[in-house]
Structure formats: structure tokens, C-alpha cells
């Protein structure tokens, strides 16, 4: 569900995750790329996650309760 969701999201917020969460990449090297520090990034990616969270619970229900392990809402 959470690729099929991230292209709802802010494209910002959605190449964020891309990168930290689904890719692996550092704060550090991110920020360096988009020019701004880790922790304005840091805060940024905190939106992202939220943004995304949000999405799931209002997507999936109550599937995202229990960590999305036996998701059926596809």
C-alpha cells in the first residue's frame, strides 16, 4: 500500500521517503543535495512520515494497526 500511496503525497514529501526510508540514503547526504540542514530536513522528513502515515490510516483502516502484516484492503 505505502508505494502505491506515495504518489499522493507532496512530491517533496514523497522523495524523502523515497530516499531515506526506501533507499537507504544518509541525512547528511540528502541535505547536502537540497542545500539545507539536517535538522530542517529532519523536520521535513517528520512531515513526510505523518503525511504518510495519515494517508495509510485513512487508505487502510485498521490494517495500519497492527503494522500492515496481513493487509487486505488491495
Known amino acids: 500500500c505505502m508505494n502505491g500511496l506515495l504518489p499522493t503525497l507532496k512530491e517533496s514529501y514523497a522523495e524523502l521517503i523515497r530516499r531515506v526510508d526506501l ?7 540528502v ?3 537540497l542545500k539545507v540542514t539536517e535538522n530542517n530536513l529532519g523536520v521535513r522528513l517528520h512531515r513526510a512520515r505523518q503525511a504518510l502515515k495519515t494517508s495509510l490510516e485513512r487508505t487502510c483502516g485498521t490494517c495500519t494497526e497492527h503494522g500492515c502484516l496481513n493487509c487486505t484492503c488491495e
Open 23 to 29: 533507499a537507504g540514503e544518509t541525512l547528511q547526504q
Open 31 to 33: 541535505a547536502k543535495d
